[in-house]
Nanobody, 122 residues
């Protein structure tokens, strides 16, 4: 089973960009679909985006479509989340997660990182 560590969060002004990384340990990374979720204070954990294990097919929540891009490098055991045109409502803790199959449902993801804080100021 893989272990996941996110990085790249921080404070950014509205309209700015951030790139999150999620590094995975273990040799099974390329077998997992990967997803990004986010959780704002007092709210549920929401799906952001996901990518299949090998074909690279991607899925996005409507709220981030056209602004965020997920990608993965299986040779580096890393998945990325490029976030552009950030808005204050994007403020949340962002989690990467691994699943045996691609999904928008957090319940299907069985490995989670510790999360990284993204704060967008207005």
């Amino acid at each position: 089973q893989v272990q996941l560590v996110e990085s790249g969060g921080g404070l950014v002004q509205a309209g700015g960009s951030l790139r999150l990384s999620c590094a995975a340990s273990g040799r099974a990374f390329s077998r997992y679909a990967m997803g990004w979720f986010r959780q704002a204070p007092g709210k549920e954990r929401d799906f952001v985006t996901s990518i299949t294990a090998t074909t690279g097919r991607t899925f996005y929540a409507d709220a981030v479509k056209g602004r965020f891009t997920i990608s993965r490098d299986n040779a580096k055991n890393t998945v990325y989340l490029q976030m552009n045109s950030l808005k204050p409502e994007d403020t949340a803790v962002y989690y990467c997660a691994a699943s045996p199959s691609v999904s928008t449902d957090y319940a299907t993801y069985n490995v989670w990182g510790q999360g990284t804080q993204v704060t967008v100021s207005s």
